[in-house]
């Protein structure tokens, strides 16, 4: 590297100073941000599901039992969202408002011979005598070692409303940390407790079980969905596209008129802003959790970051391109898993290389879709966004006909991936 050029490199901008030079005060697009345990804007730019007033509920209408959502839909979100509601209504305790004690109930390492009712129960009574010391709730809760969970829990609560609390919310959430160990393992923690409809019943108590969609067709089976609606959180680009404003909204010192109606318009230009944003919205939707769209964006600000420091160059005045854009679909698709126990028979593996010598590309992914879904559809949406954009004269027919064979390049090359796939083998997965 020449002298020149590590001047330059000193004169990089770091990723929170361009940031701050567009006006952001926080990285929208952080790892941290995968999880809502570590999330630092999650609350302040959540975004209410719909019927969220019925799933939150109150202590004498409790609403719904069990909200199933995929892994990294928004359950974690949603357990938080409700603790905040119900913290906030306690601390004011302003006049009509509910005052609900709430707990959240998401260790789940206890030992298999103890998840029966009882067991739970006496587990969350200990949560709820935590809690009331940390409210300062002067409340006698005895964890009874033998007896019915039906009558501890109602104890428990007699002595919460005999302190001038209106009920108990119990959150149950992260049944998921235990998919290592298989569904039936995972449910098997639960549902002596999510079955129990006199324990679930019970006047003042509020649960709700944050469920993986995964076990949904396993609850069907031993849950009393005939006395509680269950409530699945779903996402399509509309609410994923007021999830992403609101998130770079609050990640703003002083929103402009311009972000409020175009979310993306301070970090590149207005010409690739919608295909950024259907970008980011459309893989969203296609895994159905806001997670992945956070992902992607998180890739897409590290490969601007890469390639303005491989130019020695970085200032205010750059924005987010469309190689960065690119570079990011890639690093999707390069950690996103390849379908584990598909067969990828010779018949299918002809087809679609027959659709592809045919220039039948669109075809071709769709075939694509019964090995990896994920894959197919983000090439589709680049393909896509390609021809649009030569349509519009943004690039040109040379630049768009890189983007179709880099499609095809890479349709290929994970079909070859998933032909060779050792089962035994732990695929990359995106960072967590």
């Known amino acids: 590297m020449t002298a020149s050029h590590e001047d330059q490199r000193l004169n990089l901008l770091t990723r929170l100073e361009w940031l701050q030079m567009h006006g952001f005060v926080i990285d929208p697009f952080t790892a941290e941000a995968f999880q809502a345990e570590t999330d630092s804007v999650l609350l302040s730019a959540f975004v209410d599901p719909p019927n969220y007033e019925d799933i939150r509920g109150k202590?004498?209408?409790?609403?719904?039992?069990?909200?199933?959502?995929?892994?990294?839909?928004?359950?974690?979100?949603?357990?938080?969202?409700?603790?905040?509601?119900?913290?906030?209504?306690?601390?004011?305790?302003?006049?009509?408002?509910?005052?609900?004690?709430?707990?959240?109930?998401?260790?789940?390492?206890?030992?298999?011979?103890?998840?029966?009712?009882?067991?739970?129960?006496?587990?969350?009574?200990?949560?709820?005598?935590?809690a009331l010391e940390k409210w300062s709730v002067d409340a006698k809760i005895e964890v009874a070692s033998k007896g019915s969970a039906c009558s501890s829990l109602r104890n428990t609560i007699a002595a919460c409303r005999s302190a001038g609390l209106d009920g108990v919310c119990i959150l149950i959430d992260n049944i998921d940390v235990q998919y290592d160990q298989g569904l039936q393992t995972a449910f098997s923690r639960i549902q002596q407790l999510a079955a129990r409809y006199d324990v679930l019943s019970i006047e003042n108590a509020v649960f709700k079980f944050m469920l993986p969609m995964k076990l949904l067709s396993l609850a069907r089976q031993r849950l009393p969905f005939n006395r509680f609606p269950f409530y699945m959180i779903r996402w399509d680009g509309g609410k994923l596209r007021t999830v992403l404003r609101q998130r770079l909204v609050t990640c703003s010192e002083e929103p402009s008129q311009d972000l409020q109606s175009d979310p993306l318009s301070q970090l590149c230009d207005k010409t690739l802003s919608d295909t950024i944003g259907d970008s980011l919205t459309n893989f969203g939707s296609y895994t159905g959790h806001p997670r992945?769209?956070?992902?992607?964006?998180?890739?897409?600000?590290?490969?601007?970051?890469?390639?303005?420091?491989?130019?020695?160059?970085?200032?205010?005045?750059?924005?987010?391109?469309?190689?960065?854009?690119?570079?990011?679909?890639?690093?999707?698709?390069?950690?996103?898993?390849?379908?584990?126990?598909?067969?990828?028979?010779?018949?299918?593996?002809?087809?679609?290389?027959?659709?592809?010598a045919g220039s039948r590309i669109e075809d071709a992914l769709e075939l694509f879709k019964e090995i990896n879904e994920v894959t197919a559809l983000l090439l589709q949406s680049r393909m896509r966004h390609a021809e649009e954009d030569y349509s519009m004269g943004i690039i040109t027919r040379h630049q768009c006909d890189v983007e179709r064979n880099k499609v095809i390049e890479t349709l290929l090359m994970r079909l070859a991936q998933n032909q060779n796939l050792d089962v035994g083998t732990c695929p990359p997965h995106m960072p967590v």
């Not at 979100?77 to 707990?103: E, H």
């Not at 992902?295 to 960065?324: D, V």
């Not at 950690?335 to 679609?352: A, M, Y």
């Open 292 to 356: 992945a769209m956070l992902q992607l964006g998180y890739y897409l600000l590290e490969e601007y970051f890469s390639q303005s420091e491989n130019n020695y160059r970085r200032s205010g005045a750059e924005l987010i391109n469309r190689t960065a854009l690119l570079g990011a679909h890639d690093r999707i698709i390069e950690t996103t898993p390849v379908s584990i126990g598909v067969q990828v028979t010779s018949e299918l593996e002809q087809k679609i290389k027959h659709r592809i």
């Open 59 to 130: 202590p004498d209408q409790p609403g719904y039992r069990f909200i199933f959502a995929s892994s990294g839909g928004g359950k974690s979100s949603l357990r938080r969202r409700i603790k905040q509601d119900f913290d906030d209504s306690l601390a004011q305790n302003l006049p009509g408002s509910p005052r609900v004690l709430t707990v959240e109930y998401i260790g789940h390492d206890y030992p298999l011979d103890e998840v029966d009712a009882h067991s739970h129960v006496a587990r969350i009574v200990r949560l709820v005598a935590k």
